[in-house]
């Protein structure tokens, strides 16, 4: 089992900037690939950013590709995303999740999530 936590949501300016964090505990941290996915509402789940389990290799949706940056401190236990440049349609709430997967896109081949953090961008 990997229990994973959010932290760093909240209320920000467009323009502005945010980073999250989401801690794990439980299972050998640097055995997972990591992703962020968010959820808007009344819209579907979409994957956002992900790493693989050494760090290398990070993966963006379009969305997010030149504003969002996807790190994670295996010593630590814990992956980071630094969110720039914020847009109103970056609110969501931000969700992380672990896969036995190098990396994937497709929330379904992610085995444990958090309970997610709020982002609001405010125009």
């Known amino acids: 089992q990997v229990q994973l936590v959010e932290s760093g949501g909240g209320l920000v300016q467009a323009g502005g900037s945010l980073r999250l964090s989401c801690a794990a505990s439980?299972?050998?941290?640097?055995?997972?690939?990591m992703g962020w996915f968010r959820q808007a509402p009344g819209k579907e789940r979409e994957f956002v950013a992900a790493v693989s389990w050494s760090g290398g290799r990070p993966y963006y949706a379009d969305s997010a590709k030149g504003r969002f940056t996807i790190s994670r401190d295996n010593a630590k236990n814990t992956v980071y995303l630094q969110m720039n440049s914020l847009k109103p349609e970056d609110t969501a709430v931000y969700y992380c999740a672990a896969t036995l997967r190098s990396w994937s896109t497709a929330s379904r081949d992610y085995d444990y999530w958090g309970q997610g953090t709020q982002v609001t961008v405010s125009s």
């Open positions: 439980g299972r050998t941290f640097s055995s997972y690939g």
